[in-house]
């Protein structure tokens, strides 16, 4: 396919030019889920360890090891000052300059999390949770509800679940929004 206007397109390494547009950098590894972006850095999972690299150099700029973190276990999530991160039994709030753990949450098989609206919201065990940014106070629960959160906008948050009933060809999965506020 072609290129988008004025954008590069990569294939097998090389790089085409299109436009005043240039490839800033690039990593030869990105670790298993999509990077949260925030404070002028890419935050990356690649294991047992994120890494945060400056938007505009690409040098390495923190680095934290996490309890529980795991390929296929973390999801990242960015907002206000902080990084979210999901493990098997923690969701953990980083700080975006230095990458150290600013608290450290215990939840009942955690399985998706997500920064919107000023809030966390986290798809757990114990069901879908709204916390405020700081995840100090639990502002709302909907105990019955989990899977992959895709969105959220207050008290409306988006879901994805497992659908054993649906065309496989097709998806999956099913989409439900559950009102937090009950």
Known sequence: SPAPPGGPLAR???????????????LSS?????????????????GDTLTSYDLGSGKQVWESKLESLRYGSGVLS?????????GSSYIYLLSATDGKVIKKKRLSSPNSVLYAAGSIYVASAEGIMRYDQAANKLISKAPGFGGEICGADGNHVAVYVHNPESDPKVSPKRLLVVDLKG
Not at 12 to 26: F, S
Not at 78 to 86: I, K, P, W, Y
């Open 12 to 26: 097998g390494g090389a790089v085409a030019r299109a436009g005043t547009y240039r490839l800033q950098w690039q």
């Open 30 to 46: 990105t670790g298993v889920w999509p990077p949260a972006v925030i404070d002028g850095k890419v935050v990356l999972n690649k």
């Open 78 to 86: 960015a907002g206000g000052r902080h990084v979210d991160v999901l």
